[in-house]
């Protein structure tokens, strides 16, 4: 192993845990802005105040892994998001209209409130749908047909599903009351849709992909593997078992969450082991894809150095806002 | 209309509505950080209730500027698919390294800044707003290398498939407009805060709806103008000095100058044409072109006629940098004007506000978003004046070609106009409502760290 072989892994892992954290920190905001327009205006605020302080910091995991995917694997951003301009700009558009409606809904007149609070939830849906539609067509390798295009519309409804689970989670955790007991109803919701949904995309990638194929469902490898379909089933009928018992109300609110997130940590490893060394399925390798060893080294010391730090204030910042959400105040 | 255009349209429609909003954030920053310390020091609420109302436009303008930041962050990809292939060795890792030194910096303590008092000391309260406003001027400092770099590359070779790479990052950093233009844009900056806080604060007052607060936010904007303008002016002179010995096709073009001549005057008007390569309606000063930019009545500033490619001229297009740079200048000379006789007539009126006379309070109201006029317009100048190159010099735009077809980014483009043209009319709509509306102060904290206060 030299630095040329050794880099583009390190940057894939490290473009793979952004890509992870995004989808699970903005996760949950984006899950809590599709569940806005069930709630009544106060819960609104008390579920917006929930996830406020986090949100901006959430965003910037996204800007790191196409940041990353842009600057370590130009050849792939090329092709990646050559092929899903059009979703892109649409997620683009649906982020844009969520995080200024944070600020306007409670910062413009009164009456335009409601307005606002439509442009985060729509927001919200239209980011989430986007990504869900981004995702099916990359796991499928970006190839051109009906049948990929149904899947990807599929997985554009099922990924707002995913994000639903994890935004009630979130919001069973850090709310009470009628709030909290509302959040339980709509995890129940979204989990069978969950449930449809890791089952498609656990499927679809071995269909589409020989490799991929080969990777998973050879002995003794599968065995080997098994754990992880396992696991995951066991964490999301652990989640729904919860949601039954009146416990998540309160000690062990943190624990349907928890689970959510270890649904989608399970999957990302799934996902990563299909896809290794690709960057894009069966078409091009990280090897391929990646900038000059110099380029890379050069980001490698940065992000040794930031990224430990980056973690470490993160990790404050969330322990300054723990606990139950109380109303947003500037100090 | 070919992809190339759009493309190019596109980016700059975007850019130019990102860069709106972190020229405010990045010196509202340090504002706000100075608000607060004021507070700390003289207990005066009325500094609270400055830091308080100018945090809510803080909130908003780096809300709007995260978001059309992340759709930049998409662009360099999809917009210039080429950038990366050729120059990706020096962009790459400069980008990245503001992602991790600024992007997560301002975003993570910037929650803290905004909803943690109460939660954190006072002092760990300052510590988040201080890396908030640092975070935004690194920020700054990366992107403004890139940027540099492209007008005056340093520090790399070319491969012979094109590619570029880094032999000296001090080389690539520090190139040699690196400074200036820093410089330049931070106080740019600057103004444009000075006059937002200096134009919303007369608007509070021309309504009846000033508060303890807005005497000394109207004082600290017209302090901070009427000393940063002649900074800005110098620095602009040898930013422009700069530019004379990098790139004296834009110069010439800023200054309409067509032949090569000594002693040339400052253009005040004129409509410079491309087709007969000359100006109409000139009105200009004798000399005054070459002292400024020679130091020497009698200097002499190349002409355009001496720029020619293979394909006959090729120089920047004209109007643009010499109309871009007029507004630029003009809208600095009514910043001198503004702010110096306000900061005078305030102190002759005791730094009473309401005894200002109306007339000066609409003039600084009108000026409220002057800074952005000045900033885009001088900015304008020195991207257009670039052209037609990428990197000046080495890389042409059209080298670059966009792989996306034409129409799609042409329906993302009307669709990214017209969601930033709405948001442009809600945020100085918004601006001017918190403006009117009394600031909360209810729930005022001690000065002391919480848990002692009680």
């Known amino acids: 192993m030299n630095w040329e072989t050794t880099l583009p892994i390190v940057f894939m892992g490290l473009m793979g845990l952004s890509m992870l954290l995004y989808v699970v920190l903005d996760g949950y905001d984006l ?44 050849k792939a951003h090329g092709m990646v998001l050559g092929a899903l301009y059009l979703p892109v700009a649409l997620m683009l558009v649906g982020l844009i209209l969520r995080g ?32 869900g539609w981004m995702l099916g067509r990359y796991i499928t390798g970006l190839q051109e047909g009906w049948i990929f295009m149904v899947f990807a519309a599929a997985i554009a409804l099922l990924l707002p599903a995913a994000y639903v689970l994890l935004g009630a989670g979130w919001l069973i955790m850090k709310t009470e009351g009628e709030l909290q007991r509302h959040a339980v109803k709509w995890a129940k919701l979204a989990w ?101 060893t110099e380029a890379l080294a050069v980001i490698a010391i940065g992000c040794a150095i930031t990224v430990p730090t980056i973690l470490g204030y993160t990790v404050f910042s969330y322990r300054v806002f723990w606990g139950k959400a109380t109303a947003l105040r500037y100090a | 209309m070919d992809a190339l255009l759009l493309a190019r349209m596109q980016f700059a429609a975007n850019i130019t509505f990102h860069i709106l909003f972190p020229t405010i954030s990045i010196a509202l920053g340090w504002t706000l950080l100075f608000f607060r310390l004021r507070w700390l020091k003289t207990h005066d609420e009325a500094w609270l209730m400055a830091y308080r109302f100018w945090t809510k436009v803080f909130a908003l303008t780096f809300a709007l500027g995260v978001v059309s930041g992340i759709t930049m962050s998409f662009q360099f990809g999809t917009n210039w698919p080429g950038y990366m292939e050729r120059i990706g060795n020096i962009a790459g890792p400069l980008l990245g ?37 640092f975070g935004t001027t690194m920020s ?69 709806k000033a508060n303890a607060s807005t ?67 000139e009105i200009g000063i004798p000399k005054l072109a070459a002292l400024i930019l020679k130091h020497d009545p009698e200097g002499e500033i190349r002409g355009l ?35 110096w006789a306000g900061l005078w007539l305030y102190r002759r009126r005791a730094w009473v506000a309401q005894k200002l006379p109306r007339p000066l309070l609409w003039g600084l109201a009108g000026m409220s978003f002057s800074g952005w006029v000045a900033t885009v317009s ?77």
Request: net charge neutral; with cysteine.
């Open chain 1, 31 to 74: 899950g809590v802005g599709l569940l806005l327009h069930r709630a009544t205006d106060d819960q609104k605020d008390t579920m917006i105040a929930s996830i406020g302080p986090f949100w901006d910091a959430n965003e910037t995991w996204l800007v790191l892994g196409v940041g990353i995917l842009l600057i370590a694997f130009p």
């Open chain 1, 100 to 131: 200024v409606a944070f600020d306007f809904r409670v910062k413009a007149q009164a009456v335009r409130k409601p307005l606002w609070n439509f442009a985060f939830f729509a927001g919200s849906g239209l980011a989430a749908a986007a990504q």
């Open chain 1, 192 to 292: 069978v849709p969950v449930l449809i949904g890791m089952g498609l995309v656990s499927l679809a990638t071995p269909v589409v992909s020989e490799t991929v194929r080969g990777k998973w469902f050879s002995m003794p490898v599968f065995i080997a593997l098994l754990p992880i379909p396992l696991l995951t089933l066991t964490a999301l009928v652990g989640a729904r078992a919860m949601l039954n018992s009146q416990r998540v109300l309160g000690k062990l609110c943190w624990l349907p969450f928890t689970l959510t997130v270890s649904v989608f940590v399970l999957g990302a490893i799934g996902l990563a082991y299909s896809l290794f060394p690709y960057v894009v399925m069966d078409r091009l390798t990280i090897w391929q894809a990646a900038s000059a």
């Open chain 2, 97 to 133: 390294y503001e992602v991790l030194t600024a992007f997560f910096l301002e975003a993570t303590f910037l929650g803290v800044m905004l909803f943690g008092h109460g939660r954190v000391s006072e002092r760990a309260h300052l510590v988040a707003t201080f890396l908030v406003a």
């Open chain 2, 140 to 208: 700054a400092f990366w992107i403004l290398a890139l940027n540099s770099w492209m007008h005056t590359p340093a520090g790399h070779g070319i491969r012979e498939n094109g590619e570029f790479f880094v032999q000296s990052w001090a080389a690539v950093i520090f190139n040699p407009s690196f400074p200036y233009r820093l410089v330049h844009v931070l106080l740019a900056s600057g103004l444009t805060v000075a006059f937002v806080l200096a134009g919303v604060s007369a608007w509070q007052l021309l309504k009846g």
């Open chain 2, 215 to 281: 005497p000394k936010a109207l004082r600290t904007g017209l302090t901070v103008a009427a000393v940063l303008i002649p900074l800005q002016i110098l620095a602009g002179d040898l930013h422009g000095l700069n530019t004379l010995q990098h790139q004296p096709q834009k110069v010439a073009a800023m200054e309409g100058i067509w032949e090569t001549e000594r002693g040339a005057p400052l253009l005040l008007f004129a409509v410079p044409d491309e087709a007969t390569r000359s100006n109409h309606f």
């Open chain 2, 305 to 339: 006629n001496e720029f020619k490619g293979a394909k006959g001229y090729e120089h920047p297009p004209v109007k643009p940098l010499f109309y871009g740079f007029r507004i630029m200048v003009g809208t600095g000379m009514l910043m001198l004007a503004f702010s």
């Open chain 2, 378 to 454: 001088g900015w304008y100048v020195t991207e257009v004046g670039r052209q037609p190159f990428m990197v000046f010099g080495l890389l042409r735009v059209d080298e670059l070609a966009s792989a996306v077809p034409a129409p799609m980014i042409a329906l993302t483009l009307a669709l990214y106009v017209t969601l930033y043209l709405a948001l442009l009319v809600a945020y100085v709509g918004v601006v001017k409502y918190m403006a009117e509306k009394p600031v909360e102060m209810h729930d005022a904290p001690k000065t002391e760290p919480v848990g002692s206060a009680a």
